[in-house]
């Protein structure tokens, strides 16, 4: 399974390498979206605002839905999932490899808009690093329920515009978690409640992907 | 045997609502602190019951049925869908007569609590899994991705039930049974309460019922209407 896993996950990331949509597309459009941001806020409320972590969760959850379906189109291609199933690749390999590309691709992205926010929205660097841990690991479970959800959406008839409808609920909490996680790295306050809800998630819905995503793949 | 009960679900259903609300408006006193409101915590609970318990359970159980290759049938696929389009009634209307309860208690008709938003978020996913449903055509690949797609909103159902004890918000917590097992409701207001949950328990089995016929219905004339139209194709020579 871990072999499968590494397999796949280094044709997602070398794919994403050779076609750079992630650099020359989701980057841009995430940078853009967070100075919106500070523009919605104004000049004299960008510095002072507590809606910094707010704001880079909303910036991160549009960018992760854009690479929930870009991670899955790749196989979108005539006659690609076909032949990924005439291989017999154990599905649960396939998920975690494709999870795991997504992850590197969302913690690459966080970064810049980890630098972007402290940047544009003056949080305190020291804070944001502190709060690092916290935000790879809520970027973690991102990637990991949206190969989940994004497998609902692709293929068939089932139309990709459905993706934030099924995702929205499923990500609010882990949003929440991740706002409040990185709010208290920034101001102090209680941690620990948020971090197990994060790290819940995490292993729930890796259990889940292990199990059911196999059955989404069927033919 | 199973006939009669069929038959008498209906009958049974409507007498225990009757007794409910017979109890709750002229039986029961007015609470001391809540005075009259209290009145609509013989219908809240019972319903909030029956949207994140029993008709989501009855959603989650038969999705998990049809995954499992040896229980798989279009019957689990009806079942679980016909649950889940009851639970979002059940869903709206938990959230409505919270809320009609709310304001005059809380001052709002709404609160960003804990239970009240995780309550609320599991109406979207509701809403999510239907929308689901009606995006794929398939009805193997739709029967599939829903039952996932289920297995993976109950998760919240939980979230939900412990809210109230992990964030300790506005909303208070266990209405019936303390943590401990002793009973928070009393004489007259407990019958009320647990004739609320049987009436509207049944109520939920009896509409499912019901609606499970219509879904063997609709799957029947479609599949008419699709062999009728290859025969009028045939007819027409293509």
Redesign the interface.
């Known amino acids: 399974m871990t072999r499968i896993a590494w397999l796949v996950a280094t044709k997602d990331l070398r794919i994403e390498v050779r076609s750079r949509v992630l650099l020359w597309q989701v980057l841009p459009f995430g940078v853009i979206a967070l100075l919106l941001s500070g523009l919605a806020l104004g000049p004299t409320q960008a510095g002072n605002s507590t809606a910094g972590p707010g704001l880079f969760y909303l910036v991160t959850l549009f960018v992760t839905l854009l690479m929930i379906n870009r991670s899955q189109a790749l196989e979108n291609a005539p006659g690609t999932r076909a032949s990924v199933a005439t291989l017999g690749l154990d599905p649960a390999g396939i998920f975690l490899g494709k999870a795991l590309a997504l992850t590197i691709e969302l913690w690459i992205t966080g970064l810049v808009l980890l630098a972007g926010s402290v940047v544009v929205l003056h949080t305190a660097l020291i804070g944001t690093v502190h709060a690092l841990p916290s935000v790879l690991v809520t970027l973690a479970t991102l990637a990991v329920a949206g190969t989940l959800y994004g497998a609902l959406t692709q293929g068939g008839d089932g139309p990709a515009t459905l993706l934030p409808v099924l995702t929205l609920p499923a990500f609010a909490p882990l949003l929440i978690a991740g706002e409040r996680s990185f709010s208290a790295a920034l101001h102090g306050g209680a941690l620990w409640e948020w971090w197990v809800i994060v790290v819940v998630a995490l292993v729930a819905y890796t259990a889940v992907g292990i199990l059911l995503y196999g059955v989404l793949e069927e033919s | 045997m199973i006939k009669l009960s069929q038959r008498l679900l209906g009958p049974v259903t409507l007498v225990s609502l009757a007794l409910t609300f017979w109890l709750g408006l002229w039986v029961t006193p007015p609470d001391v602190v809540q005075g009259d409101l209290v009145r609509l915590l013989y219908v809240h609970p019972p319903i909030a019951w029956v949207a994140l318990y029993v008709s989501f359970g009855t959603a989650t159980i038969a999705s998990c049925l049809y ?1 499992w290759r040896r229980t798989r049938s279009d019957v689990m696929d009806r079942l679980a869908y016909c649950a889940m389009e009851i639970s979002v009634v059940f869903i709206a209307l938990t959230l409505i007569t919270g809320s009609i309860w709310g304001r005059p208690t809380w001052g709002v008709w709404w609160a960003w609590d804990a239970r009240l938003t ?1 309550t609320a ?2 109406g ?2 509701a ?2 899994y239907l ?2 449903r009606r ?4 009805p193997a ?1 739709r029967a ?2 829903s ?3 289920a ?2 909103t109950a ?2 159902v939980p ?1 939900i039930h412990f809210s109230v004890q ?2 300790k918000t506005l909303h208070q917590g266990a209405s019936v049974l303390t943590s401990n097992g002793t009973l928070n409701v009393h004489g007259s207001m407990l019958w009320a309460m647990l004739l609320g949950f049987l009436g509207f328990t049944l109520l939920f089995f009896w509409l499912l019922r019901y609606r499970y016929r219509l879904e063997v219905k609709r799957d029947l004339a479609t599949a008419n209407t699709v062999d009728e139209a290859l025969a009028l194709r045939q007819r027409e020579g293509v």
Not at chain 2, 135 to 138: G, I, V
Request: aromatic share 14%.
């Open positions: 995954l995780s978020i599991l979207v996913f809403l999510a929308a689901l995006a794929n055509d398939d690949l599939r991705r039952a996932v797609f297995i993976l998760i919240n979230i992990w964030w």
